[in-house]
Nanobody, 117 residues
Framework: QVQLVESGGALVQAGGSLRLSCAPS????????MGWYRQAPGKQRELVVG???????NYADSVKGRFTISRDNAKNTLYLQMNSLKPEDTAVYYC???????????WGQGTQVTVSS
């Protein structure tokens, strides 16, 4: 079982920035892939960006050039830097992880991001 603890969600004005954090309960080196997803009210959960253990990334078109995913191996933490936020970025953001030795996907509890116009 893997726990993912997210933080950093907040209310921010359009054009502002936020940084989300995700701390897994296992070593980040034991994780094959991680990612950030989001779910807005009345919509399906969607991929924001994923990153593999090798560092390959996959961004949704809607966030390219504005969001950046990164890992701090020393702090065992995954980050999502969000710049130039728009009202349509409003959603609950979830951290996801798939361990190397476990085919299951694990999810964090979610953190609310609200962007006001």
């Amino acid at each position: 079982q893997v726990q993912l603890v997210e933080s950093g969600g907040a209310l921010v004005q359009a054009g502002g920035s936020l940084r989300l954090s995700c701390a897994p309960s296992i070593s980040i080196f034991s994780i094959a892939a991680m990612g950030w997803y989001r779910q807005a009210p009345g919509k399906q959960r969607e991929l924001v960006v994923g990153i593999t253990s090798g560092g390959s990334t996959n961004y949704a078109d809607s966030v390219k050039g504005r969001f950046t995913i990164s890992r701090d191996n020393a702090k065992n933490t995954l980050y999502l830097q969000m710049n130039s936020l728009k009202p349509e970025d409003t959603a609950v953001y979830y951290c996801n992880a798939r361990p190397l030795a476990d085919p299951r996907n694990y999810w964090g509890q979610g953190t609310q991001v609200t962007v006001s116009s």
